[in-house]
């Protein structure tokens, strides 16, 4: 299947790098190019940057992964790529990434890249973003557009809200069964944080053991 990556920043050409021989549901993803419409080249690693409407022209019906960190604006590029008539990728699972389809649940758009590991009943919401070197345990939900920055490792009983962002190297201790620890949506977790605790929806929170920034 024709796929189209959103984004020509580092992550898209590393996702880029490998997304060729990614598969789904046994068919092969074949990289079209870059869409980005401020790429000041034509071309970058060997491949073509396209302008959205040149893409979708092009290329239509192909899937899209969107590449960016940010979530919101992950969800904007998304948005505007199904307006052009593109549909969204098959889920994009990094040929060494470990899961195990018959308990996990992996929704379309998402990206799940080298390393990175998934157990049992597990679902990962639409276009949320998996890095490199993650570990995602038992019982957790990974929210819409959420993104895990490389090396986040969330423990079993956890939820993960829509739009969040954890930061390189953050973790979750483990929530229980029936009572998850919830980041909330839009929550920022920083870098190297530890979350011990429920992290209320939008906020920001940094450090070990985490606790919300203040600001002056
Ligand atoms: C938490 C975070 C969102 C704060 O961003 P910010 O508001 O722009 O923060 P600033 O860079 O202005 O730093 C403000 C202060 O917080 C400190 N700080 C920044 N990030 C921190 C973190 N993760 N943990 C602890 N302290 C942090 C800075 O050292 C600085 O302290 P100082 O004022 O004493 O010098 C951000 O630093 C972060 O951790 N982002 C994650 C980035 C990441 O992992 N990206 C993945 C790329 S693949």
Not at 61 to 78: H, K, S
Request: proline share 5%.
């Amino acid at each position: 299947m024709e796929l189209l990556i959103f984004g020509a920043g580092g992550f898209g050409r590393e996702v880029a790098s490998w997304a060729g021989r990614a598969r789904w549901a046994g068919e092969a993803f074949e990289v079209a190019g870059f869409i980005d419409d401020r790429a000041a080249v034509s071309e970058l690693n060997g491949r073509p940057v396209l302008s959205l409407a040149t893409a979708a022209a092009e290329h239509p019906g192909a899937g899209v992964v969107a590449t960016v960190g940010d979530p919101r604006l992950r969800e904007r590029l998304i948005a505007k790529a199904l307006a052009a008539g593109l549909v969204p990728s098959a889920p994009l699972v990094h040929p060494n990434a470990e899961y195990d389809r018959e308990y996990v649940t992996l929704k379309e758009g998402v990206v799940v890249c080298a390393g990175s590991i998934l157990t049992v009943n597990i679902v990962v919401e639409r276009h949320a973003q998996i890095n490199l070197d993650c570990t995602v345990g038992h019982d957790a939900v990974i929210g819409a557009y959420a993104t895990l920055s490389p090396g986040v490792h969330i423990s079993g009983n956890v939820a993960v809200g829509s739009y969040s962002f954890m930061g390189t190297g953050a973790v979750t201790v483990n929530g229980h069964p029936g009572r998850p620890l919830v980041i909330g949506s839009e929550a920022v977790v920083g870098a190297g944080a530890v979350v011990t605790r429920d992290v209320a929806a939008g906020t920001t929170v940094t450090g070990v053991p985490a606790r919300p920034r203040t600001t002056l």
